[in-house]
DNA sequence: AATTGTGAATTCCTTCACAGCC
DNA sequence: GGCTGTGAAGGAATTCACAATT
């Protein structure tokens, strides 16, 4: 177990094994190598074993990780112990879209306030029985609803304001839907989907016939460079 | 202009550099320096530089870059200088947002075909007017439309299926929000965009006081790793 | 025999620092 | 003087390869 920072892109890929280890122990698997599990994503299997390995030594030589043992020390190391309430601000087509979206509360997220400062929205009860709010009240109702994330689905313009108010109330956790750079404070985290720059870097590879056409799921948050040739998974 | 290749991390970069000088040109800023640039995202000068440099010599020494000049540059490099045709197949909460959502004309991108395999939704219409097709007959819509860039927002169960029939219909470049790790022929790009991880990235931020909080907007598309410790200075 | 955990080697990316040009 | 373009240096992430362990 080692003090070292830990990488993002570190993390990312414990997401991804957790959802293999649920999967794995749902179908009755009881131990996992490092290279069975480095096949399911092109990764290499020794990077499995470092990610796993700054957390502490849950394999044994020999016979792998046991499955339940695993994916209950990344369930802890990500935080995943306890549901984590979370807030969308702006109910546009986006917004409305994750309200709706059930894989959350899977995976224990749990949506718990909607906001929006349009007045004709304002007061709408979704299927979920959950009600928009007025931005206005936004602080109020994060501090009593103990919310730890924030998802801000509004316009590019009115997001940096979004995050004030947002970081105002308390929220170090943000995940953020609109195209453009925020400026978080410190100890604040923002995660950015950007769908303009994923589409874009799509028309960049159709654009530039790529030499050696390899090809992979390019998930950058996997690898620094997956895709092009890499993997991405 | 080298022929190198040329890694994802920098093509995401150019996305943003582009956004950026479309905003200055509506300004009517005419030049900016790689420096002022580099301060809007919290980037070194050198990287900007760089990244321009692996497709040619576009700024002027002792002036900086013309505006519109690198703009009409990034445009083409990035293969944005004619309409692109998009597909989405899967209409639950996530494709209707995304078939409502304005934002993508507006950059080059256009939704030429909807597809469902649900008999309830195939033949509905939607505001835009397009009509949801059934994925049997994807093939012929695709072929047919012109269609380059397939948006895959079915439940991950399908996914892979899905992208098979579209690989199979000719299309190269994919965009999928499936939570899972699909497996692409060589020549064909998918890009994940993956909500659970990025949520149990949140989640581990917060469950995990970083020592030095430190922050910024921790976009791993742009750095190996943002955030964390990242840009701050 | 099989597989982990890890130092060393490698590859990739970023930053520095300065020559070259306007 | 100011700023670009770039070789060299530095740093970070991945992969190799093997000792340690069951």
Redesign the interface.
Known sequence: MKTE?????T??R???Y??CLNELEAAGVETISSQALAE??NLNSAQIRKDLAYFGEFGVRGVGYYVADLRQHLTK????TEK?R?AIVGMG??G???A??N??SA???EIAALFDDDPGKIGTRLQSGLEIQSTQSLREVIQRENV??VIIAVPASAAERVLEMVTAAGV?????FA?V????????????????????????????P?ED?????????LR???????A??
Chains 1, 2 share one sequence.
């Open positions: 920072k830990i990488s993002e892109l993390t990312n414990l997401s991804v957790l959802r399911q994503f190391i990500l935080g995943l984590r979370v087509n986006l409305l879209a994750l709706n979206y894989g959350f995976h224990c997220f730890e994330i170090r956790a943000i995940l953020n195209p750079h925020l400026h978080a404070k410190p100890g604040v985290k923002v995660k950015t989907v950007d769908l303009t720059i994923s589409l874009e870097s799509l028309s960049y590879f159709l654009a530039n790529s056409a390899v090809s992979v799921d390019s998930r950058e948050f620094p460079e997956a895709g092009a040739n890499g991405a998974g």
